[in-house]
């Protein structure tokens, strides 16, 4: 098990590694985003129908677009935000109208949204910090946001507190496809014998994995957290945030999506194919239904919180 200050070196290093600068009209390079996954994003699309019947406002940036009609301006702070770059599309579409503060480990990421920031005239804010020792100016924002990243987090009912202290009267806790699922991305049982099967019985070519360049039977069942953040206490989310918060909507997802279609077997299927399409579509549609059933526990949650 890896030491305190090593689990963030290596966190600076992975995401370093996977965040690749994004170009823009003119030719410079404006911000870093993660790669997409052509599959998994399909997968997602095809959720959709099933996620907006439980959370009407899951386009969750048009939810801030929306509330900043009402309002005329709005603050927010992002933490774990990365590069940024969703939080500062977010401040050049508002005009100006959006002041926003982005806390993240990496000074080189952070350094990408400053200098978009300063090119662009925007109210922006960034903050090289650790998170799990983070104080917040308390009632002052308009929206805490939290975008896949309150899973990296350790001290969750410190930042959960911190949160809750420095939401406005009326301020709202954004959690962005948030990893609710056991610790360490660990199968659950069912899951595994579930998900497993299935991906047994895809043809080989669906079963490359793109990490190892082997051939999996099934996928493995590994703790991500042993040597990183990443889920480090994931179960402890959902209790606490329904502890402390009040739920406006939200919708639980994802059982075995990301596992077999994300970045480890995802970039295995071209989604203009016929029968990859085909595939695609069977694995959300059982997914769905074992979610709805209750039948399997879903690992993805999207909220809005007060």
Not at 160 to 168: C, D, G, P
Not at 174 to 188: A, D, I, M, S, T
Not at 247 to 274: K, M, Q, W
Request: charged share 25%.
């Amino acid at each position: 098990m890896s030491t305190y200050e090593q689990r963030i070196a290596n966190e600076i290093s992975h995401y370093k590694a996977l965040l690749l600068d994004a170009q823009v009209e003119d030719g410079k390079a404006l911000q870093r985003e993660i790669p997409r996954v052509a599959a998994y994003d399909l997968a997602m699309q095809l959720y959709q129908p099933f996620i907006l019947a439980r959370m009407p406002h899951a386009n969750q940036d048009r939810y801030v677009m929306e509330r900043l009609e009402r309002a005329g301006s709005l603050r927010l702070v992002s933490l774990g935000c990365g590069s940024g770059d969703w939080e500062i599309d977010l401040a050049i579409r508002s005009g100006g109208h959006i002041s926003c503060d982005l806390v993240d480990l990496s000074m080189e990421l952070l350094g990408a949204a400053r200098n978009v920031a300063q090119e662009r005239h925007l109210a922006v804010r960034t903050l090289v910090q650790d998170v799990n020792a983070l104080e917040l100016e308390p009632g002052s924002y308009d929206f805490v946001i939290c975008r896949s990243s309150l899973h990296h987090f350790v001290e969750l009912e410190h930042v959960m507190a911190e949160v809750k202290r420095a939401l406005a009267p009326s301020g709202e806790f954004l959690v962005v496809g948030e990893y609710v699922g056991r610790n360490g991305q660990q199968l659950y049982q069912r899951t595994e014998q579930v998900a497993g099967a299935i991906f047994e019985a895809l043809p080989e070519r669906f079963r490359l994995n793109r990490y190892t360049g082997q051939i999996d039977r099934f996928p493995p069942n590994l703790d991500l957290s042993r040597d990183s953040f990443e889920a480090v206490r994931s179960e402890h989310i959902t209790p606490l945030l329904f502890e402390i918060f009040q739920p406006v909507e939200y919708v639980f997802l994802d059982a075995f999506i990301s596992l077999l279609l994300d970045f480890r077997y995802g970039p295995n299927y071209n989604v203009n194919a016929a029968e990859d399409r085909a595939i695609i579509e069977r694995i959300v549609t059982a997914d769905v239904e074992y979610v709805r059933q209750g039948t399997l526990r879903p690992t993805s949650l999207f909220g809005v919180f007060r």
